[in-house]
């Protein structure tokens, strides 16, 4: 088991192998699929995004809303299929992490070897269980996105799994 | 004629779906305890571990299985000795998506409904998909399914030529689970309708789905094993990372076709299976 702080730096990255578990505490950024397509608008317009993503990881999440006394609902992994499109210019923005489930294209393989970033994955539907990990959530921009605004999360050992790691070696193709 | 009123099945709709959000029925439960104790790849052990941990945070703190509390849908079988009293809503559907918009919100479910292609959210997770069939009897039968839509965009359509076999098919099934891989949310169930028109041989499919895990089968009961036994050489196992359990059960539902054609549908559904049927 290997322990990571976020952000990360590249240095930590590189000794991430695919097939390793991970714990990540620290801060991370909850968005998904809406909000990706406004990070790539914004990038093409070179304009500012709503968090710096240098030395970042973004979580691919849309929670559930917090019952009262909860910090946050359930907060499981979506498909990472679905970001691929416009993960390359987040990479190149100096995103350095991304936690989802399921395979990513050839090109966001690529771009994750050219910026020495890593692809974790984490438990498909395991809701509940994560959400143990979470210990503070906000909304920090697209609020009007509802389940797909930009989250900021503090999280204390959070478990994933390198799926793809800097040298573009692959957990799901062995 | 026996009176049915539009509360009576808006309660039983709304506490089906919190039962299925919450909580998998036993058959589906009693599948994933199975296979984690016999997965011996050890990631695709780890997998179903933390699923089985998941099932039991899920219940204790009352935290959806999923975060994808997903689309619902309503297969209503309505006796033709029953009758439903309108009173507050003018059709099937008001009422369905009465009870989603009750429970959606009661039960902190995510809303996660937009129009299209505006992509607008409809705040409440209305409305269900609702399909109705009028059958013998005077009870009002329905079956929930809650669809998560990492395995929904999986789903797959072949119209195959009239001349192809069972073993085409078959190949067409295990393929859709092998292009599917991880994204689904394995071990996964199966669901594939054979048969009708296009559209029909879909909602076989899903209809399929509603009787996995159940121990009576039909005529299929060797076309399915070997479908399973198919996917579940594949190796991609709980979560994608690998092992010997992909898919826990297949069922196929079939309806005749034309001499002209062979429509296949297949529908996948990730490990939690949230479905509820009910009685009224």
Redesign the interface.
């Known amino acids: 088991m290997k322990k990571i702080i976020a952000p990360v730096d590249s240095k930590i990255i590189e000794e991430l192998k695919a097939?390793d578990f991970v714990e990540i505490s620290g801060i991370i950024y909850g968005a998904r699929d809406?909000a990706h397509r406004r990070f790539a608008e914004i990038l093409k317009k070179k304009e500012k995004l709503p968090f710096d993503p240098e030395g970042n990881i973004i979580y691919y999440?849309?929670?559930?809303?917090?019952?009262p006394g909860?910090i946050i609902?359930?907060?499981?992994p979506?498909?990472s299929?679905r970001m691929d499109k416009f993960t390359p210019v987040l990479l190149e923005a100096g995103l350095k992490g991304m936690i989802g489930?399921?395979?990513r294209s050839s090109k966001v393989k690529q771009a994750i070897v050219k910026y020495g970033a890593v692809y974790f994955?984490t438990?498909?539907?395991?809701?509940?269980?994560?959400?143990?990990f979470i210990k503070s959530c906000k909304v920090v921009a697209f609020f009007e996105l509802?389940?797909e605004a930009v989250y900021q999360m503090a999280v204390e050992d959070f478990?994933v799994?390198v799926g793809i790691d800097s040298s573009g070696r692959d957990?799901?193709i062995? | 004629m026996r009176n049915i009123t539009e509360k009576n099945i808006i309660d039983r709709v709304y506490s089906a779906i919190e039962k299925a959000s919450f909580s998998l029925e036993p058959d589906i439960m009693g599948l994933l305890k199975n296979a984690a104790q016999k997965e011996t790849n050890p990631?695709g052990k780890k997998?179903l571990q933390?699923?089985i941990?998941?099932?039991n945070?899920?219940q204790q703190?009352?935290?959806?299985?999923?975060?994808?509390?997903g689309m619902v849908l309503v297969f209503f079988e309505i006796g033709s000795e029953a009758s439903i009293q309108f009173k507050n809503f003018r059709s099937l559907q008001d009422i369905a998506d009465q009870a989603v918009r009750t429970s959606y919100k009661d039960f902190?479910?995510?809303?996660?409904i937009v129009s299209v292609p505006e992509?607008k959210?409809t705040?409440d997770n209305s409305p269900a998909v609702v399909w109705c069939e009028i059958v013998p009897g005077s009870n009002l039968k329905f079956s929930l399914l809650i669809k998560?839509f990492?395995s929904e965009?999986t789903t797959q359509l072949k119209m195959f030529e009239p001349t192809a076999g069972p073993e085409k098919i078959k190949k067409f099934v295990i393929d859709c689970v092998k292009k599917a891989?991880?994204?689904p949310?394995p071990p996964v169930f199966v669901g594939i309708g054979m048969g009708g028109t296009a559209d029909k041989a879909v909602y076989l499919s899903k209809k399929a789905l509603l009787d996995v895990g159940k121990s009576e089968r039909d005529r299929y009961r060797e076309f399915e094993n070997e479908i399973i036994e198919g996917i579940n050489k594949l190796g991609i196992g709980p979560?994608?990372?690998?092992g010997n359990f992909t898919c826990l059960d297949a069922r196929v539902k079939s309806f005749p076709t034309h001499i002209a054609g062979f429509p296949v549908a297949v529908s996948i559904s990730?490990?939690?299976h949230r479905m509820h049927q009910d009685t009224i």
């Open positions: 097939g809406a999440v849309g929670p559930t809303p917090a019952p909860h609902g359930s907060c499981g979506t498909t299929t489930k399921g395979i994955v438990y498909g539907g395991c809701g509940a269980y994560l959400s143990q509802g389940p478990p799994i957990i799901y062995s | 990631y997998v933390v699923i941990e998941n099932i945070i899920a703190k009352k935290l959806p299985l999923c975060q994808d509390t902190y479910l995510r809303k996660s992509r959210n705040q998560g990492g965009n891989g991880p994204n949310c979560g994608g990372l690998g990730c490990w939690a």
